[in-house]
């Protein structure tokens, strides 16, 4: 068992005999459903890397045909394809877990409008980033325009 | 600085909201084509011929692309590390890291925002 | 004769005028198969140790009495079968939560998260008797019932990662209550309370563990709550920025 913070659940004013520090909950962080919490956390150490790695080639695009070149052979070292694979592990793994997620948290009404129904927003979710990624993937693939 | 990032709070989730729903959206396809499509010799280098790239990244949908691309991940990833750091008993020092990491978040949007106007 | 299950349960112990720190006994408790943990809390302090103490009251899952963490769960001991567990059954008060004496945790810091919320209906003017009641469609009670299903048992505290590490979160229970009645079309409050929402106890602190619905015995889904109010609590603060708002009620 590990400690909490001291402070969590307290009230403002102590009662009138001494408690036992509070204990965090015996399988967090690494047990039981906390393990893909935890992974769901450090998934943001992968999306800056991702983020900056992104501006890196755009930075190599506006610096003209050598550099975009350079850029482009930089990733075909075995690091940055272990880290890619890995990346794209943990986008996949965000995407599927934020989605379950996304319907339930609308609000039941903004205004007079009503969301749809929770089976179709995860469904639309779940359409957008099939299409997106085809479409996207084949632009940049070359496939389109 | 406590009552600052509480105030703030509303736009970081939203920017980290959209970090994960656009940022995702268009990592996938962007990490499946250049980052491993290509580099493995899956598919033809060509889509990514500089003249190309230049021409479809300078336009102005493309500008928008890559300036999400760049940026919103960078909101999700600077807020979940907020949270892994509190996650590991770092309420106390939240009043450092959270600054720190929304900073990183802030200058890599400028970046961003630099590296597509430069196209 | 039913066959009698026994079970050995391990129990945290914490007499604050004896024991430095909280300390582990263990029971061997002849468990009628039907039994539930509450059944064997029970026959400990009846028939073993009557210096047990122990919270519990209907026995049938409404009171939200009887939450402890079960070999490492949250979980309301009057619910769980001892015939679902193993041999060996620890017994801890619930996570989160400082002990007052053995598996009876402190409640005060939750009524306090509870009542910073004003979980009750908020009117700008209460409707006079003569006026009738506040009509409500089946449609407009579907958008919070769920929510108003809450027992107050505070095993999703005790599930809560951020619960254990920020301590002016207010809670997933608290949040949900105060969104229930935000949501419902009788309350007048909303305002108020996405004020409290964005304050110490921001609801924003939530960083989406789902472990608080996991855990929930009534099904009230309080990550649905805390999430659907964080997307309120932003549109609130968005309108706040483009439209000035009134003075204060």
């Known amino acids: 068992m590990a400690d909490a913070h001291p402070h969590a659940m307290a009230p403002t004013r102590p009662g009138k005999t001494r408690t036992a520090p509070p204990q965090r909950p015996p399988q967090f962080p690494m047990g039981g459903r906390y393990l893909a919490y935890t992974a769901f956390g450090w998934t943001g150490l992968i999306y800056l890397l991702l983020g900056f790695l992104v501006i890196e080639a755009v930075w190599a695009l506006g610096d003209g045909a050598a550099a975009w070149q350079e850029q482009l052979l930089r990733y075909e070292h075995p690091v940055y394809i272990a880290f890619h694979v890995l990346a794209l ?14 319907p339930k948290a609308q609000p039941p009404r903004i205004g007079p409008a009503k969301p749809p129904p929770q089976s179709l927003i995860h469904g639309t979710l779940y359409a957008v980033w099939v299409g997106a990624t085809v479409v996207f993937g084949a632009i940049l693939a070359g496939g389109l325009f | 600085m406590k009552h600052l990032l509480l105030k703030i709070e509303p736009l970081i989730w939203l920017l980290f909201g959209q970090g994960i729903l656009l940022g995702t959206i268009l990592l996938t396809g962007w990490i499946l084509v250049v980052n491993l499509g290509v580099p493995l010799g899956l598919i033809s280098d060509d889509g990514l011929a500089f003249q190309r790239a230049h021409e479809l990244g300078s336009s102005l949908v493309g500008r928008l692309v890559l300036a999400a691309l760049c940026a919103l991940p960078l909101w999700k990833g600077a807020h979940h590390m907020r949270h892994v750091s509190i996650d590991s008993g770092g309420a106390g020092r939240d009043a450092v890291v959270a600054p720190l990491l929304y900073g990183v978040a802030a200058l890599g949007s400028l970046l961003a925002i630099a590296a597509v106007i430069r196209l | ?105 402190e409640l005060d810091g939750f009524m306090e998260k509870l009542k910073s919320v004003k979980p009750w209906i908020i009117r700008a003017k209460e409707k006079a008797v003569e006026e009738g009641p506040m009509r409500q469609s089946q449609a407009e009670l579907e958008e919070f019932k769920q929510f108003s299903m809450c027992i107050n048992c505070m095993l999703c505290y005790a599930a809560c990662p951020v619960v254990a590490n920020e301590p002016e979160f207010l809670g997933p229970a608290a949040i949900a209550l105060g969104h229930r009645y935000s949501v419902d079309s009788r309350d007048e409050g909303a305002a108020e309370r996405n004020e409290i929402f964005r304050g110490e106890g921001t609801v924003f602190a939530c960083s989406y563990a789902n472990e608080c619905s996991e855990v929930c015995p009534k099904h009230v889904d309080p990550a649905a709550a805390v999430n659907q109010a964080k997307f309120n609590a932003v549109i609130d603060w968005a309108a706040g920025l483009v439209l000035p708002r009134g003075g204060k009620e």
């Open chain 1, 89 to 102: 592990a943990s986008v996949v793994f965000v995407g599927v877990r934020f989605f379950r997620l996304f």
């Open chain 3, 1 to 105: 004769m039913a066959e009698t299950l026994v079970k050995k349960f391990v129990v945290t112990r914490f007499d604050p005028d004896k024991d430095e720190a909280p300390r582990t006994e263990s029971y061997e408790v002849p468990c009628h198969p039907d039994w539930k943990v509450l059944d064997a809390l029970n026959h400990i302090k009846d028939e073993i140790d009557g210096s047990l103490a122990h919270r519990w009251s209907c026995r049938m899952s409404v009171c939200g009495s009887c939450g402890m963490n079960v070999n490492g769960q949250p979980t309301l001991t009057c619910k769980k079968a001892v015939s679902d567990l193993p041999d060996t059954v620890e017994v801890t008060p619930l996570a989160n939560f400082p002990v007052v004496r053995d598996l009876v945790v």
